[in-house]
T-cell receptor, first 111, second 114 residues
Framework: DAKTTQPNSMESNEEEPVHLPCNHS???????IHWYRQLPSQGPEYVIHGLTSNVNNRMASLAIAEDRKSSTLILHRATLRDAAVYYCILRDRTGANNLFFGTGTRLTVIP | KAGVTQTPRYLIKTRGQQVTLSCSPISGHRSVSWYQQTPGQGLQFLFE???????NKGNFPGRFSGRQFSNSRSEMNVSTLELGDSALYLC?????????????FGSGTRLTVV
């Protein structure tokens, strides 16, 4: 499984933007970058995914570096409901349709 | 539309017993995966089914098994339960297989083995 590196924890003030980084220096050309989050006492929730270009959806934006060795999940205005563990996951071309969850980044939102 | 439904939500079993957990995917989703979550090991992949066929299996002993029915509903079974099997078991479904699809997770079944 391709590996990603994320900070263990981050803090953000409510209603401010949050930039969650992820390093994936061994990414291959066809690996997709996926982000999931897990709120307390819930199963993981899909957030966003991309391949090369930046992506936007109603939940967040995904900024992918030009060399694809890193990416950033952007929450435009953090709310208390965004407090969760965020996982950056690479999905590779082997056809193994499983998600390899690392330790993720625990985001704390301060009111 | 209804999400991924897992039953039961909570379960207490005795060591040595066996248990069956159920997962109903989102309507139209053909891929169902199972994960185990524990405080020590985090989220770990168990297995994945697509159109009733197991396509991939994680690194778990043979006591863990599963199956998928023609309506895409899935069950996982754990035989000869051990204390270390206490965990949150999560099911996830996806419209298709492949790395361009996202997964929708259920809320999980909390299994406690005593």
């Amino acid at each position: 499984d391709a590996k990603t590196t994320q900070p263990n924890s981050m803090e953000s003030n409510e209603e401010e933007p949050v930039h969650l980084p992820c390093n994936h220096s061994t990414i291959s050309g066809t690996d997709y970058i996926h982000w999931y989050r897990q709120l307390p006492s819930q199963g993981p929730e899909y957030v966003i995914h991309g391949l090369t270009s930046n992506v936007n959806n109603r939940m967040a934006s995904l900024a992918i570096a030009e060399d694809r060795k890193s990416s950033t999940l952007i929450l435009h205005r953090a709310t208390l409901r965004d407090a969760a563990v965020y996982y950056c996951i690479l999905r590779d071309r082997t056809g193994a349709n499983n998600l390899f969850f690392g330790t993720g980044t625990r985001l704390t939102v301060i009111p | 539309k209804a999400g991924v439904t897992q039953t039961p939500r909570y379960l207490i079993k005795t060591r040595g017993q066996q248990v069956t957990l159920s997962c109903s995917p989102i309507s139209g989703h053909r891929s169902v995966s199972w994960y185990q979550q524990t405080p020590g090991q985090g989220l770990q992949f168990l297995f994945e089914y697509f159109s009733e066929t197991q396509r991939n299996k994680g690194n778990f002993p043979g006591r863990f098994s599963g199956r998928q029915f023609s309506n895409s509903r899935s069950e996982m079974n754990v035989s000869t339960l051990e204390l270390g099997d206490s965990a949150l078991y999560l099911c996830a479904s996806s419209l298709g297989a492949g790395r361009d699809y996202g997964y929708t997770f259920g809320s999980g079944t909390r299994l406690t083995v005593v």
